[in-house]
Every structure is written in structure tokens, then in C-alpha cells.
């Protein structure tokens, strides 16, 4: 590895977010966008909801993400601490 050489975190272990719809009225759509902070271990360390659609289902998508567990980011060869920004998208059909 050179100098600066950096990779991203990547997810070993990522179920998808399945929170229950029916807080949304038919036919919504929309986004929930979260920070995730990921330690130097690859451990979700930190969630910050940037986008949601109300805390049910929010906190129904952080609890499957809390769960998530990644490759860390290196820089240089060394684990090093990084932020990714996360979307999940729910439709509920009418």
C-alpha cells in the first residue's frame, strides 16, 4: 500500500430494513436516509436520521441497521474509523 491508500467500508452482514407500512397512507412513498458512523472495527458506532418517514418505521429501519456489520475502511493498511450515508426506500401500495 502507498501513500493515501484508502478503501471504503464495505458491508459483510446488511439484512434490509422490512419495517411494517402502515403508518403511511396508501400510495406514499418515500425515503428514509440515515449517517451511519463505522468504527475501526467494522461495528455500526453511530445513526443519524438525515430523512425519515416517522419514528415507526425509522426506528424499525436503525434497529435492522444497528445489526449491520462491515469490512472497516483502511487507510494505509490500518482499520480506520468512517461515515456512509444510507437510503432505503418504502412504497406502500394502496
Known amino acids: 500500500a502507498g501513500e493515501g491508500n484508502i478503501t471504503i467500508a464495505l458491508e459483510k452482514y446488511f439484512p434490509y430494513p422490512k419495517?411494517?407500512?402502515?403508518?403511511?397512507?396508501?400510495?406514499?412513498?418515500?425515503?428514509?436516509?440515515?449517517?451511519?458512523?463505522?468504527d475501526e472495527h467494522g461495528?455500526?458506532?453511530?445513526?443519524?436520521?438525515v430523512h425519515g418517514l416517522g419514528p415507526a418505521i425509522d426506528n424499525?429501519?436503525?434497529?435492522?441497521?444497528?445489526?449491520?456489520v462491515y469490512t472497516?475502511?483502511?487507510?494505509?493498511?490500518?482499520?480506520?474509523?468512517?461515515v456512509e450515508e444510507l437510503h432505503f426506500h418504502y412504497e406502500r401500495r394502496g
Open 60 to 68: 424499525a429501519v436503525i434497529a435492522t441497521v444497528n445489526q449491520w
Open 19 to 38: 419495517p411494517s407500512l402502515e403508518t403511511l397512507p396508501a400510495g406514499v412513498a418515500g425515503d428514509v436516509i440515515l449517517n451511519a458512523g463505522i
Open 72 to 82: 472497516p475502511a483502511m487507510k494505509d493498511g490500518v482499520p480506520v474509523a468512517s
Open 43 to 49: 461495528k455500526i458506532a453511530q445513526l443519524t436520521v
